[in-house]
């Protein structure tokens, strides 16, 4: 479908390409490419291809990414609810790949909602390091949280917060950060026209002073010798290369990483031919710029880190293997499963007061800290076997299991403070459905496995009981069916649900059901 594109942009467009912008033009009557990117925090690469129900194509500089044909609806399968992909524009899938993230990494996604790169770089992590996903407005941090919880990130924080404060709670802290920057969408024309009706001939300008407010106050939160990975989806060299030349103009610290020119990418244009473009007329995608920035210091020693204020912050942190202030985590389930376990965010309390939700300040109904902890180790014993690690952090009768200490976080607006494991309910621990999510079968005293190709596991997903007999469900030797049951699609978990006598009640929560 052809859009109705600003003459301004055009003409504008038209000096900029020069003899390639008739075949630009002839782009934007191009239906725009659909993709989808395996989440490997649950499922293989190899595993998805094969396990696909709608043909896939590989994206050239994703290696989990995938085009999907005209006219798939991944979106109405079961397997999206098992958090299995994600629905991404395929261009949008190229930052993260270069932002080189290894796990035992500290990342911050500093403009993270609607989540799809944070949910990218926690499946790089491979559950170990640390995740911070912010986002400055309080309404899109919502489905942030959720898209995290969905596809079982266990040690991620959600922040509704802004770059300064951010870089004043954790400076000098991130091996790597990615800001994927408000912009004027430019390269979204095609795909969302209501970013064509919003655009006027200012608009570059104006996100540019706002960029460059962004990454002059973030790269204070970045280690020495640490990566930045600036990116944006427009055109406009104000917003892109004009704002990373600025940058590296009064940051001599920092260095440009050639990454254009090759392969999809295309080089930068106005002497920055390091960073890198993608056009609609070159690749299957949208418009994207990116920059790959280099502190040029080398870590320091812990002699030199001795008094730096970053450093505090630091050494609270958890590490899954070892330290758990107070929780203590087994590297293995009883299961066999070697899943290390850090922390993630759910559905339920907040720390803000201002996001909604429990005010950290409450103490628990349940009895207090001490009661609430006793009732979680309970339900670890009986329905998991095992105890996750992580730092427990209460917020009124809400636990989540944290990869920082609840001190680390004081004073920041947090929507997610770790994995939320559920709440105290009369005195009982009631698991939340983001625990469930992260979750394999094996670390699950009982699971149940629904096909996707049958009603039951579209009825499941849409809030209905079940009628299963005891043999369906796989218990652990020595243990009772009655109880919590791991519910999973195709043998990845879903939900919770809770047997007795035949019956599956069902515990997935209404906000997320089918529909």
């Keep these: 479908m052809a859009v109705q594109l600003p003459g301004t942009f055009m003409q504008r467009m038209k000096e900029m390409l020069g003899p390639e912008y008739e075949q630009f033009a002839e782009s934007y009557k191009e239906t725009p490419y659909g993709g989808i ?16 129900p709608f043909k896939l194509a590989p994206i050239p500089w994703c290696p989990a990414g995938f085009y999907t044909e005209e006219g798939a609806r991944p979106g109405k399968h079961p397997y999206y609810h098992a958090g299995l992909y994600y629905i991404q524009e395929p261009s949008a899938m190229a930052p993260v790949e270069l932002l080189g993230v290894q796990p035992g990494d500290y990342v911050l996604d500093l403009c993270a909602a609607p989540g799809g790169k944070s949910t990218q770089i926690a499946a790089k992590l491979k559950g170990e390091g640390l995740l911070i996903s912010n986002d400055l407005h309080p309404e899109r941090t919502k489905a ?21 404060r951010i870089a004043a709670a954790f400076p000098v802290f991130f091996d790597r950060i990615l800001i994927d920057a408000p912009c004027s969408g430019e390269g979204m024309f095609r795909k969302d026209e209501d970013m064509v009706k919003q655009w006027e001939p200012e608009t570059p300008l104006k996100y540019a002073a706002m960029q460059r407010d962004i990454l002059n106050s973030a790269v204070k939160a970045l280690k020495p010798g640490g990566t930045v990975v600036y990116s944006t989806c427009t055109f406009a060299t104000e917003e892109n290369e004009g704002t990373i030349s600025e940058f590296l103009d009064t940051h001599p610290e920092f260095s440009l990483v050639t990454v254009g020119g090759t392969g999809s990418f295309a080089p930068g244009l106005q002497g920055l031919s390091g960073a890198a473009r993608l056009w609609p007329h070159k690749v299957k995608g949208e418009g994207h710029f990116m920059a790959v920035l280099r502190h040029d210091g080398s870590p320091r020693s812990p002699e030199e880190t001795a008094s730096d204020p970053g450093q505090a912050v630091a050494e609270r942190t958890l590490s899954v293997s070892s330290r758990n202030n107070g929780v203590k985590g ?27 939700g429990t005010s950290p300040g409450r103490q628990s109904e349940g009895g207090g800290e001490e009661a609430a902890r006793a009732a979680y180790s309970l339900f670890t014993e009986d329905q998991l076997g095992w105890q996750p690690s992580g730092f427990p952090v209460l917020f009124g009768d809400h636990l989540y299991l944290s990869p920082l200490p609840k001190a680390a976080l004081n004073g920041l607006k947090t929507i997610r403070p770790g994995w939320y494991a559920g709440h105290i309910r009369s005195g009982r621990f009631i698991p939340g459905h983001p625990l469930a999510t992260a979750l394999h079968p094996a670390e699950s005293i009982r699971s149940l496995s629904l096909s996707s190709g049958s009603s039951e596991a579209v009825s499941y997903l849409k809030g209905e009981t079940l009628s299963i007999p005891e043999e369906r469900l796989t218990v652990r030797p020595g243990n009772s069916a009655k109880g919590y049951v791991l519910v999973c699609v195709d043998g990845y978990s879903a939900g919770w649900g809770k047997w007795q006598d035949g019956m599956l009640k069902n515990e997935y929560p209404a906000g997320w059901r089918w529909t």
């Design 330 to 356: 087994e590297a293995t389930a009883r299961a066999g499963s070697a899943r290390q376990v850090s922390g993630r965010g759910g559905k339920g309390g907040r720390t803000s007061g201002k996001s909604g």
């Design 144 to 164: 942030l949280a959720k898209n995290l919880e969905l596809y079982g990130v266990r040690n991620g924080i959600v922040l509704n917060e802004s770059p300064e």
């Design 37 to 52: 990117r395996a989440n490997t925090l649950k499922i293989s690469v190899e595993e998805l291809r094969t396990l696909s």
